[in-house]
C-alpha cells in the first residue's frame, strides 16, 4: 500500500480531546478511486461493484482505503492482516488477524468530504453533512427535532437557519452513531443543550442512559458542519476542557 503524500487524499483536521480527526478529499478522482480499490480486500470489492451510483461508490472506496491505510499505520500491521467486523446495527470495527486491536474509530462521508475519528478507547461517532438548503427542513425537523430544538429553529431565518438545522442534526447523529445504533435509536427522544449547538464543546447524557457521559463537540468549518461524540470513562471526567 503506498501512502506517499504525494497520492494521499487524507489529512490531518482536528485533535479532539483524546481523538484525532482525519479529512478525506472525496471529489471526484479516477485514479485515487482505482488505487483505492485495489487496498480493499474481496468482499470490500464486490461491496464497492455494487454500489449503483457512482457519488456513494466513490465515498466508500475512497474512505474505506484511507481508512485502511491510517489504522495500518497506527497499529503497525500489514494490509492484508486487517479487516473489518460489524456490529447487530451495522457499525464497523476493526480485526487484526481476527482480534480487535486496541484502537476505535468511526467515519462519516458527505459530498466532497469525509471525516474519519480514531482514539485509542471508548465509543465514538463522527457525522459530516454538507449543507444545502432543503425544501423538507420543516417537515424533517419535526420529526427529529424536539421542543426545545424546534423553538431554536423557529427564531432563526435564512442562512443561519441552514446552520443551525445542520449543528443540530450532525451533533444527534454523531451521538447514534457513538453509541452505535444509528436511526434505530429514535433521535427526537433527546434534545441537544444550547451550549452544544451555540459551538462549545461539552458533556453530554442521553436521559435514557445517564450513566454513560459523552464529550461532544461540533467541528464544522466553512465548508461542511461536522460533529463528534466520544464516550469518557468516569476517571477523565474531571479533565475536561
Ligand atoms: C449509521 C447511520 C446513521 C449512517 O448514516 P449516513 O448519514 O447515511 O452515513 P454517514 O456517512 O454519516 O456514516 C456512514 C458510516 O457510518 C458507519 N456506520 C454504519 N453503521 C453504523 C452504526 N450503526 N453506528 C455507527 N456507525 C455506523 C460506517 O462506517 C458507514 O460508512 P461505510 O459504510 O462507508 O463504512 C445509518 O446508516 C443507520 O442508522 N444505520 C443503522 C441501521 C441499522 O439499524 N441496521 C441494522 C441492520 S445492519
Known amino acids: 500500500m503506498s501512502t506517499s503524500a504525494a497520492r494521499c487524499w487524507w489529512s490531518s483536521f482536528r485533535e479532539v480531546g483524546s481523538a484525532t480527526v482525519i479529512h478525506v478529499d472525496l471529489t471526484p478522482h479516477a485514479s485515487r478511486e482505482a488505487s483505492s480499490a485495489l487496498w480493499l480486500n474481496e468482499e470490500e470489492r464486490v461491496r464497492w461493484r455494487h454500489?449503483?451510483?457512482?457519488?456513494?461508490r466513490r465515498r466508500f472506496a475512497l474512505c474505506r482505503a484511507a481508512l485502511r491505510a491510517v489504522l495500518c499505520s497506527r497499529i503497525g500491521c500489514s494490509n492484508e492482516r486487517l479487516s473489518f467486523g460489524s456490529s447487530s446495527y451495522g457499525k464497523p470495527f476493526a480485526l487484526v488477524d481476527e482480534a480487535p486491536p486496541a484502537i476505535r474509530f468511526n467515519l462519516s462521508h458527505s459530498g466532497k468530504h469525509g471525516l474519519i475519528a480514531f482514539a485509542p478507547h471508548g465509543r465514538l461517532g463522527v457525522d459530516v453533512e454538507e449543507r444545502i438548503a432543503r425544501r423538507d427542513f420543516d417537515e424533517l425537523?419535526?420529526?427529529?427535532?424536539?421542543?426545545h430544538e424546534q423553538s431554536a429553529l423557529a427564531c432563526v431565518r435564512g442562512c443561519d437557519r441552514v446552520q443551525l438545522f445542520?449543528?443540530?442534526?450532525?451533533?444527534?447523529?454523531?451521538?447514534?452513531?457513538?453509541?452505535?445504533?444509528?436511526?434505530?435509536?429514535?433521535?427526537s427522544?433527546?434534545?441537544?443543550?444550547?451550549?452544544?449547538?451555540?459551538?462549545?464543546?461539552?458533556?453530554?447524557?442521553?436521559?435514557?442512559?445517564p450513566e454513560v457521559h459523552w464529550r461532544v463537540e461540533y467541528i464544522g468549518n466553512e465548508?461542511?458542519?461536522?460533529?463528534?461524540?466520544?464516550e469518557l470513562f468516569p476517571s477523565q471526567l474531571g479533565d475536561q476542557s
Not at 51 to 56: A, K, R, S
Not at 141 to 147: I, N, Q, S
Not at 166 to 187: H, N, P, Y
Open 189 to 209: 427522544r433527546f434534545e441537544v443543550p444550547p451550549v452544544l449547538y451555540q459551538g462549545r464543546m461539552s458533556i453530554f447524557c442521553f436521559p435514557q442512559l
Open 141 to 147: 425537523g419535526e420529526a427529529v427535532f424536539g421542543p
Open 166 to 187: 445542520f449543528r443540530l442534526w450532525t451533533i444527534k447523529e454523531a451521538l447514534i452513531k457513538a453509541l452505535g445504533m444509528g436511526f434505530s435509536f429514535d433521535v
Open 223 to 230: 465548508e461542511f458542519s461536522a460533529a463528534i461524540a466520544h
Open 51 to 56: 454500489y449503483p451510483l457512482p457519488g456513494p
